[in-house]
């Protein structure tokens, strides 16, 4: 047994040989030892955790498991998990009371946790302490083992914890079995060195370290061979890839090869402000296949709070670089994360993120109330705002986001977009459904075989969150 040790996540080395690349290989004797078994597996949290389970479902298969959506017919019950926030934290122990209901009809079932909330010291403690019926337990730094780890849960019958405490590695020759066959995520980095005072991240995800350039260009030209549109390149903060790096190759570098690949569309997530650069966005300005979409998260419009977060921006700072956006990148949609309620924000503080907001008119944002993460500075900060202050707060915020966000669709409106047509739209049997360029929602009015093609769309009509359109 390998339970997580906080004092040995939050540990960062001076030396650079720490970082090791692991290069996947399954043992030939592994290979369909749960043929017949199915799996059931639920995600919660960010696109990296998404990827994740891309990579555990191939794992998975590889060992001779068959996926399956229902829970309750599942030999494997594994939940992928998030620890950014409270709110998912509950959910997965909620989820918890399921599972074991599941266990007492049909003991043979194996159950497992993964992703950052088995990261959490606190939380493994908990699941030895209180949920003995967990059979399996792995962290976001050996998701490669997960072979050997179920190998011998089916073998010894026992549970097996296995939870890395380190600064981390880099994984290569990494199988996926990707949700879509138009778009794809790709890793460029992992881990994170800015330490924002409310985030859990630098601790359940390690050390900021970078993929070599040639093993990305590899993965993204394998892709465009077999007929992939888009990829999105995936970081904590991307901003920073190549930072960690002897060789003299920053995101800017990476963008533009990445672009000479000649696949059709680029996204990349997520943007710490800090290291936005001049030249990232000449590159992105200057290549037609780099989207003009960038999420760039605020948190906040206070620079008292932003210094107890411990952003390393001020709001002019921001205000700058948002401004250089909108003017540099043509037709640029920007989105954002804002967090109210920070521990002894003042109504004055929360006034200043509503005026960034209103200057900034976000295409979107995703709000949420400061949750406060064991382990982190913020979490022991002094809080004197009541929870009705907080969701008073979030709800003024959600109404100035909303009505910004209609407002950028509402420019949409008659115009001529293009569209990566993904898949049948949820609201529409008869309507196929994808991204724009800025990546605005679009159920459109067009026929099935236009599925995993970019297609000329009008918009019709515009919502909130989404728009209406027909095939041109």
């Excluded at 990827?51 to 590889?62: P, V």
């Excluded at 910004?404 to 569209?419: D, M, P, R, T």
Aim: aromatic residues 8%; charged residues 30%; contains cysteine.
């Amino acid at each position: 047994m390998v339970v997580p040790n906080l004092k040995e996540a939050m540990k960062r080395s001076k030396e650079n040989g720490k970082v090791q690349t692991i290069h996947y290989v399954l043992e030939e004797e592994l290979k369909g030892i749960a043929k017949g078994k199915r799996y059931f597996i639920k995600t919660y949290g960010c696109q990296m955790n998404e990827h994740d389970s891309e990579n555990i479902k191939a794992l998975l298969e590889e060992l001779g498991f068959s996926q399956i959506d229902c829970m309750e017919e599942a030999d494997l019950i594994l939940l992928n998990t998030c620890a950014i926030r409270e709110n998912a934290h509950n959910k997965v122990f909620g989820f918890l009371g399921r599972i074991k209901n599941i266990k007492e009809k049909r003991p043979h079932v194996i159950a497992g946790i993964s992703g950052c909330m088995a990261q959490e010291e606190v939380v493994v403690n908990e699941i030895l302490k209180k949920y003995n019926y967990i059979d399996l337990v792995f962290g976001t730094h050996n998701i490669h083992r997960l072979p050997q780890l179920l190998s011998a849960v089916l073998s010894k019958k026992e549970s097996q914890i296995e939870v890395f405490s380190k600064e981390g590695d880099i994984l290569e020759n990494m199988p996926f079995k990707r949700d879509s066959k138009y778009k794809a995520w790709v890793n460029i980095m992992y881990g994170c060195d800015k330490f924002c005072t409310y985030c859990i991240v630098p601790y359940t995800r390690g050390r900021q370290r970078s993929r070599k350039k040639e093993d990305i260009l590899e993965e993204v030209n394998s892709l465009k061979k077999q007929g992939y549109k888009e990829v999105t390149l995936l970081g904590q903060n991307v901003n920073a890839y190549g930072k960690d790096l002897e060789e003299k190759y920053r995101m800017e570098d990476l963008l533009l090869d990445v672009s000479k690949t000649g696949i059709e569309r680029i996204r990349f997530v997520t943007s710490h402000p800090w290291d936005f650069t001049d030249k990232m966005i000449e590159v992105i300005s200057t290549c037609e296949n780099i989207m003009p979409y960038i999420h760039l998260p605020l948190q906040s419009g206070s620079n008292t709070i932003l210094k107890l977060m411990g952003r390393r921006y001020t709001k002019e700072e921001y205000l700058t670089l948002f401004h250089k956006l909108k003017e540099k990148i043509p037709n640029v949609s920007i989105t954002t994360d804002i967090i109210v309620g920070f521990p002894n924000e003042t109504e004055e503080d929360f006034l200043e993120t509503l005026q960034v907001v209103e200057e900034c008119k976000y295409d979107s944002a995703f709000t949420f109330i400061f949750s406060p993460r064991v382990g982190t500075p913020a979490a022991k900060m002094e809080d004197t705002i009541s929870k009705e202050v907080k969701e008073e707060r979030l709800q003024r915020l959600n109404e100035r986001i909303n009505y910004y966000s209609k407002c950028a669709n509402e420019s949409y409106k008659g115009k001529i977009v293009k569209v990566l047509i993904e898949g049948v739209s949820e609201k529409d049997e008869d309507k196929v459904m994808g991204y724009t360029e800025t990546m605005k929602l679009v159920n459109v009015k067009a026929d099935k075989a236009t599925i995993g093609n970019i297609i000329d769309v009008k918009i019709t009509d515009v919502k909130t969150w989404s728009m209406d359109g027909e095939a041109v």
